[in-house]
């Protein structure tokens, strides 16, 4: 029976690439998102791919979610944290606010997400989970305090929770993109991003198909050995 993938973040950006990549390996993929309406209706509309809403910061509404998923689709197997939010400023400028939101979605919600899943796995005996880190988690960057913390804390949790699943047939694995085109980045000031893309050594943005590449990968049954590591994916701007 084909595995059931939930992917947050799913609609937009690297997850829509990531949906469609694990539903054309014929995963059951829930495409999870939490503010854009639209953008989810148009995509469920070309790829056929469902979308659920909910906010994984919410950890409530993670579990509702995750139950919500299994009962429509068959248990969970692979989860890939995706969803993540930007409130670049510098120190002088954050506020507590900002640091909040980031650390609640991008790090809060990758919690929420295995906790919700994770009994699931156990009891089968079998699970695959992505992260999404960031090369600004590896690297740090300037202007963005909060989003470098929540990441490189991806990192850790990733290592931390890959011990405990190895042994029960979990894996947990980080994927860490670099500078992808997609809406994040696009918001970078022109100026900046010009100065950023200088430094890859490829010589361009990635591309989010080319993340996608990289957990399917890891998300493979034949993946089983491969846990607790990171792939970066960055065109060469940071060796980790
Ligand atoms: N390194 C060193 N100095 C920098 C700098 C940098 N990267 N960026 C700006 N500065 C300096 C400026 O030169 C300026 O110096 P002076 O005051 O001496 O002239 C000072 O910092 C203030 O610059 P700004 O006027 O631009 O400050 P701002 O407050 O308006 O904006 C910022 C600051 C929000 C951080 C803005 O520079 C920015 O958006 N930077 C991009 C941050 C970034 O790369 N975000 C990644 C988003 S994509 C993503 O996160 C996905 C992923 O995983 C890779």
Redesign the pocket.
Known sequence: MARVAIVTGGTRGIGEAISVALNGAGYRVAANYCGNDDRARAFTEKTGIAAYKWDVADFDACVAGVAQVAAELGPVAVIVNNA?I?R???M??MSRAGWDEVVDTNLGGCFNMCKAAWDGMLERGFGRIVNSG????QAG????VN?AAA?SGIHGFTKALSQEGAPKGITVNAIA????D?D??A???PN??E??VARIPVGRLGRAEEIARGVLFLVADEAGFVTGSTVSINGGQHMY
């Open positions: 993540g930007t670049d400023a510098t002088k400028k960031s090369i600004n988690g960057q300037y202007g963005q989003y990441k993109p670099g500078y992808i997609t994040m980045v918001a970078v000031p900046v991003l100065k950023i």
